[in-house]
């Protein structure tokens, strides 16, 4: 029973353990890590957000490091 949920699992994800092989190594997992836990403090930051579209652009500041506008609130 326990190999039927290991297969079950790898089913379910088969597509993303494929695009490891497909990158070929060339994307570092610690940058994508990186990215992800990123994402996950801003979106974290931004639950006080009225609308999705605020969240939005306060993740693109963040993971594109981009300037903020200074008419706008801190998003971070």
Do not use: D
Request: glycine share 6%.
């Amino acid at each position: 029973i326990p190999m039927k949920k290991i297969a079950k699992m790898l089913r379910s994800h088969r597509e993303l353990l494929l695009n490891w092989f497909r990158t070929k190594g060339q994307v570092a997992l610690g940058a994508v890590e990186g990215f992800n836990n990123k994402a996950k403090v801003t979106s974290r930051k931004a639950y006080g957000f009225r609308n999705f579209e605020v969240m939005k652009i306060a993740l693109y500041h963040t993971l594109g490091n981009l300037p903020e506008p200074e008419a706008t609130h801190r998003f971070c």
